[in-house]
């Protein structure tokens, strides 16, 4: 999987429409098998489970239109989209629109359906989820992107795609389109305002040069510490002295599998050199409900008022939970900075950093 800034965000289905660009970000993988027939809503009788709602089958979807929304939760491109789709779901969800959200997971914690439920809860996720454990759906609709929403008409026939963030005005109006054409009435043609803080700010994508990059094996890039990795061992590590655009190492020791790297001693730290207005890090304790303090710098000092959600204005921090983590949230003009975080105690595994 990689990330595409900006990327193809939105297709309209129907031949001779134009493609619509904008800038966004998506995880993308390989395609495993083409989509339905015709473009029909594949079943979805193979999620692993359902939450907020008994499992839905054909008779569910029958004469609605439908929205398939596929997420996983530690997904910053997908939480930025979160705003659109409850805005959607209040405007519309009472008349002929489902919502269906499919949560097919990227790090192995995602797969832990408590992680899922906590991260419904806590996001505010209130439609139906197909929880997708072996991605049987993901293959059903030969999808690629985290996040991609598809969207049917009544008649079960694909109308739009949207993949990665952005096009929320056009898909928008699609929706209020094959509402009426669904012979829904009173449809407001007005488009949905959202006012997104946290997590679901939308980046700054005019001044974004630092893109996603995993700090396992199987999908790094640019590591810089000296000799490279050395996989699935315990290994002292060192941050050279200096670090070009984009460039990362770690300290002390650490074990980098093809996923992550686990931090083995206290003091271990990992460095970054990246020009964005935020920088979150997928992270997780290695045992589920230990608890690992950390400290954040920005140019080797507290970060202040560059601080994160997740770290206080000295950069304190402790990871509890399998999730993304936002460490730096810059209220001004945006530059090249260091990014460093120390692990106060061992365990915590690291799995990729994400920026806007």
Known sequence: MRSLYPVLVALMVQAGQPASHGHSGAHMMPPAAPPAPEGMIPSLSTATTWLNSPPIGPEGLRGKVVLIDFWTYTCINWRRTVPYLRAWVQRYGASKMLLIGVHSP??????????VRQAVKEIGVSYPVAVDN???IWRAFGNEYWPALYIFDSHGRLQHQVFGEDGYQEAERVIQKLLTEAGQAGIDSSLSVVDAK???KPADWSDLRSGENYVGLRRTENFASP???????AHAYTVPARLGLNGWALSGTWTVSSDRAVVGAAG???AYRFHAR????VMAPETRGKEIRFRVLLDGKPPGASHGLD????????LREQRMHQLIRQPGPIADHLFEIEFLGPGAGAFSFTFG
Not at 106 to 115: G, Q, R
Not at 227 to 233: E, F
Not at 311 to 318: F, I, K, L, N
């Open 106 to 115: 990227e790090f192995t914690f995602e797969h832990d359906l408590d992680n």
């Open 134 to 136: 072996d991605f049987a």
């Open 198 to 200: 946290g997590f679901e």
């Open 227 to 233: 000799g490279g990795t050395q996989p699935g061992v």
């Open 268 to 270: 271990g730290r990992i």
């Open 278 to 281: 935020d920088l979150n890090l």
């Open 311 to 318: 770290v206080d204005q000295d950069g304190q921090g402790t």
